[in-house]
């Protein structure tokens, strides 16, 4: 099976056992055995992630961590530091991955199914239904009897859109204009079955909303995260600032191995569709600055004045 393609914002973030990975600030000496072994951990890691990249089906821990030489433990423990993720999360979104880019570039599903390399239509559409939330003939059919609930109404920074799918929450939406976030939403899914709110999903669009007025609290919800490695490497480190603090889109590509990757963190926070949920409102510039958040400066500001980031 041919390696997956990254798109052209991630190329640069893909782990590299190169030194300029092992930098440190300006007058600090870095320790030899320090460097030599961040670098041996690099080169590692990007040769398990080629593993996971290439071979089906995808080597298990044990075997990834053999082949480096440690136990599954460290093994494990290195690898979610330097790429953000899990060898078997890694692995779950290479498949996801392959697996819609697969079936929008087949005749069919049963030629989606030999092209990417599975040996029985079973193991096929159980990758499929985890890494679509439906079934691959709808997802080809652009989510045809796909049932996406939503609701639109409005909170304190405008207009807001909640939608969830089987799996969660699939998409928190903010802007000015609510049918311009419907068009969104349906652009995401154009054939899907896009149901109005009952009364119970009233109850969750209250909860989205406080989440919003108190973005410090988190929300306790199952979502559906969907995206590519790299993006998913990016959400995953932002899940992981805390409340009341903020980091730049530079220490997020340090934070998942990928110091030069500055540009293509920033690009994922764009594709963000889960406002606050995944909160990149906590990235900021190098220089402090807020420019850059999908709904807008000013509600990224308010967002972290209420966490307490910014003065009021």
Known sequence: MPALQFDRHEVAA???PAARNARRAPGIAVPPDAAGARQRQLALVTAACQQLDTETPPPGLQALAAQAGLSPYHFHRVFKSITGLTPKGYALAQRARQTRETLRNSASVTEAIYDSGFDSNSRFYASADHALGMTPSAYRAGGTDTDIHFAVGQCSLGALLVAQSARGVCAILLGEDPDALLRELQDGFPRANLIGADRRFERLVARVVGLIEMPGKG????????????QMRVWQALREIPPGSTATYAQIAERIGAP???????????????????????VVRSDGGLSGYRWGVERKRRLLQREGALPA
């Not at 030069?260 to 906590?282: E, K, M, Q, S």
């Open 14 to 16: 893909l782990p590299r």
């Open 219 to 230: 929300l306790d919800l199952p979502l559906d995260i969907r995206g590519t490695v790299f």
């Open 260 to 282: 030069t990757a500055a540009r293509a963190v920033a690009g994922a926070c764009a594709a963000n569709r889960l406002a606050v949920a995944i909160p990149c409102h906590r």
